[in-house]
C-alpha cells in the first residue's frame, strides 16, 4: 500500500473513531448536478477559444474581427433568457463560423505572394 493510501485510511479512521463518518451505504445520483455544472463551464472554454481567435486574427483582418466581436455581444444579449444548452448552443454556432472564417483567412495569406515562407 503507498503512502497516501496509508494517509487516506489512517484520516478515515480518525474520522470514523470520532463519529463523523459512518460506516453505511449510500447511494446518491448526481447526475444533474454534473450537467448543471458542464455547460456554462464549456461555455466559458468556447469564448475563450473565441477569443483566441479572434485575437490571432486581428492584425490581419481588423475589421472582421471587430465584427465578429460585436456579433458575440449580439448573440451574448439575445441569449440571456435562454437556457445554457442553448446558449452553448447558439455560441457553439458561432465558434465554428469563426473557424472557419480564420481557417480562410490563413489559406489566403499561406497563398500570398509577398508570404516569407513562400520565398526560396
Known amino acids: ?18 463519529g463523523l463518518v459512518k ?11 454534473i450537467a448543471n455544472v458542464a455547460v456554462p463551464a464549456t461555455i466559458r472554454l468556447v469564448a475563450q477559444t473565441r477569443q483566441r481567435l479572434l485575437d490571432a486574427a486581428e492584425p490581419w483582418a481588423g ?3 471587430a465584427a465578429e466581436r460585436a456579433k458575440a455581444e449580439a448573440i451574448h444579449g439575445a441569449t440571456t433568457d435562454l ?3 442553448e446558449c452553448l448552443l447558439h455560441r457553439v ?8 472564417w480564420t481557417d480562410t483567412l490563413v489559406g489566403t495569406l499561406e497563398s500570398a505572394p509577398d508570404n516569407p515562407s513562400q520565398r526560396g
Open 1 to 18: 500500500m503507498d503512502l497516501y493510501a496509508q494517509i487516506f485510511d489512517g484520516v478515515v479512521a480518525q474520522a470514523r473513531a470520532a
Open 23 to 33: 460506516d453505511r451505504l449510500r447511494l446518491k445520483d448526481a447526475t444533474h448536478v
Open 63 to 65: 475589421q472582421q474581427v
Open 83 to 85: 437556457t445554457d444548452a
Open 93 to 100: 454556432e458561432h465558434l465554428r463560423h469563426i473557424v472557419e
